[in-house]
């Protein structure tokens, strides 16, 4: 199995892709997206109860122990978090930012999505891959951006001669 992704502390969205997907493939994306609060054991458990609630508590801190793969710098800044839940989110707001500059964010994508028009001199590759890192970065901040879309402004965007 591969290491988790490592977080530098930047391109915080793309590595955050990285690591829902890595976490999903562990089977431990859900603790993370929800937290982990598994109920306390009864009085006088059986076997298979203290079995579930010892299963439970592991997947939190097999979780946990997944979020911080990052360098020393960012690993400080979750350091004292005892969920996973609560590391994923304080990243998430430190690195991403709050709600309104995500949504600043998006509309600046969005305008450049909109702006972005084919140069003479480049090809429909290059063009292609230009409005690719574009759209990818407005999906990676959560919004919907539909195939159609994408590809219909492509075919505006072609030069004449490639009607």
Not at 36 to 59: C, D, G, M, W, Y
Not at 76 to 102: H, P
């Amino acid at each position: 199995l591969s290491p988790p992704p490592v977080f530098a502390g930047e391109h915080y969205d793309l590595w955050a892709a990285k690591m829902r997907t890595y976490l999903r493939a562990q089977s431990r994306w859900e603790t993370v997206e929800n937290g982990s609060n598994p109920a306390p054991l009864p009085n006088n458990p059986i076997v298979n109860q203290i079995r579930f609630h010892t299963e439970e508590v592991a997947k939190e801190g097999r979780a946990l122990a997944i979020i911080p793969a990052a360098h020393n710098d960012v690993f400080i800044k979750i350091l004292n978090l005892e969920t996973a839940k609560e590391a994923r989110d304080k990243l998430k707001v430190e690195f991403q930012g709050s709600e309104r500059t995500k949504r600043m964010k998006v509309l600046n994508l969005r305008r450049e999505f909109e702006a972005i028009k084919m140069k003479e001199a480049e090809t429909v590759k290059e063009f292609a891959d230009r409005l690719s890192k574009v759209v990818t970065n407005i999906r990676l901040l959560g919004e919907e951006l539909s195939d159609q879309k994408v590809v219909e402004k492509i075919l505006v965007c072609l030069p004449e001669r490639f009607e």
